[in-house]
């Protein structure tokens, strides 16, 4: 029997429980690492609830919450709770996530052609939860590169795309793509206020 693909953007797997195999809530997922060598999500950033983290034998300093690295091989499932393949009490051996070095934040950069053309902003991706692969980059784009890729500028908002993660290049304080502009059209999905020019 074959997975269903799905796509979706990972920022509404925040705040959902996490839930073992024993019925017992971990926490909450606070965000995701991607490795951006392979684009894969490798791990959710879980902020455990009190009863986990004395299950954990994790000690925590005042007020504060302890938020560990779930490996996503450890994920049965996501739906409106996301269950796990093993009991809370099986994962002592998962990391802080303080102590893992931080990761590569995507969200909010700048993204630019292989000819240095500035195409806008990142705002997510998009993540196909049967393999952890990330598929995409959101983009907001600038109403220069909206026009240039045959889109009309919509009236108070952005046309968003995604951009295939197979042609980004680098990611750093900017991220840059492999593609020129002119190379995208056949390349990219439109996701929002995606009329076309006549």
Known sequence: MSKKVILLDPS??????????DGNILGEVDGIDIDISNWKANALYVSLND???????LRRSFLAKIVVCLPTKLVEAVGEIITLKE??????????RGILASSTRISGKEVISAQGYVLGVTE??????????????????????????GFKRPFLSKVAIVIPSKIVGLVGNFITLSKTIENLDSLVECIRACQRQT
């Open 51 to 57: 009863k986990a983290t004395a299950e954990l034998r």
């Open 12 to 21: 509404i797997l925040n705040g959902k429980k996490v839930v073992g195999t």
């Open 87 to 96: 009991p809370i009490s099986s994962l002592e051996d998962i990391a802080e």
């Open 124 to 149: 997510g991706f998009d993540l196909d939860l049967t393999n952890w692969q990330v598929k995409g980059l959101r983009v907001g784009l600038t109403d220069d590169a909206a026009t240039k890729l």
